[in-house]
């Protein structure tokens, strides 16, 4: 357990074994895999390698998997994935197995308390500050956002609260201008800021603010065809337009009619 390239490696493997095989996402589970990789995790916290491929090895266990989901999460992954983090926060590769990891950790509804919404959602942000650029990260990043909003429900004010005050909402719209040929990045991106809009004032006026409504109508004139990304994109235009004059005439003036039309 202390050699660091042996742990390394090790949880490589195992990462590898699991992605894309569901019977080896189980065979890894009964043969006590989970607890080897977070043994690995608090063993080796300052090494990125061992963290990368551990966290990239729990993401691939808990995908499509709700007993492993449940399994990593009651077992403490969770902290020992935001301290990798927050560790460091200029490893690429870890920030991106990490957002990973947390957002499919977040399709369990019963992850919730482990979640640790409070530590989890500005670190995602960090991740997407540091690297606007990668795809990877923007989209995983979203992805949990998504997760939080929908499967924890969205009437959960915590989670619209924080992602809103640690300016989430910039953060969302900037993955949409940075990554306009990015369709998943487009759909999510509408998707999340219609959920943090419904009924929501505040969040309405930050997205305008933010050039939410210029960055919907590029999306939709970009993929035309593309009926999924235009739903979500009505819908959060459909919010920021009811009972507001000013961001109906804003949205007409973006050419919003001749796209939706």
């Known amino acids: 357990p202390n050699d660091i390239p042996t742990q390394q490696y090790a949880c490589e493997v195992l990462g590898n074994l699991c992605h894309g095989n569901a019977k080896n996402r189980e065979m890894i589970r009964q043969q006590e895999g989970i607890d080897c990789i977070i043994t690995a995790m608090r063993n080796h916290p300052n090494d990125a390698d061992v963290q990368h491929q551990s966290c ?8 499509e998997n709700a007993t492993n989901r449940k399994e990593i999460a009651t077992k403490g992954a969770v902290e020992l994935i935001l301290q990798a983090m927050s560790n460091h926060p200029g490893a690429y590769i870890v920030q991106y197995q990490a957002c990973g990891a947390l957002a499919n950790l977040a399709y369990e509804k019963e992850n919730g308390n482990q979640l640790e919404q409070k530590r989890s959602i500005p670190l995602i942000q960090a991740a997407m500050v540091n690297y606007p650029g990668q795809l990877e990260v923007q989209h ?12 924890h429900d969205v009437g959960n004010n915590d989670a619209v609260r924080l992602i809103a005050e640690q300016n989430g909402i910039s953060l969302i719209v900037i993955a ?10 487009q759909e999510l991106a509408s998707d999340v800021l219609g959920l943090l809009t419904d009924k929501n004032e505040g969040n309405r006026a930050s997205v305008v603010h933010h050039g939410g409504i210029e ?31 000013e961001y109906r005439m804003r949205i007409t003036e973006s050419g919003g009619i001749e796209t939706i039309v």
């Not at 949409?176 to 990015?182: C, F, I, L, Q, S």
């Open 56 to 63: 990239a090895a729990l993401r691939n266990l808990a995908y």
């Open 140 to 151: 995983q990043a979203l992805l949990m956002y998504w997760n939080l909003l929908v499967i």
């Open 176 to 185: 949409m201008r940075n990554h306009p040929n990015d369709g998943d990045v």
């Open 215 to 245: 960055a919907l109508v590029a999306a939709m004139r970009k993929d035309s065809n593309k009926d999924k990304l235009k739903q979500k994109a009505c819908r959060v235009l459909s919010n920021l337009a009811e009972n507001n004059y």
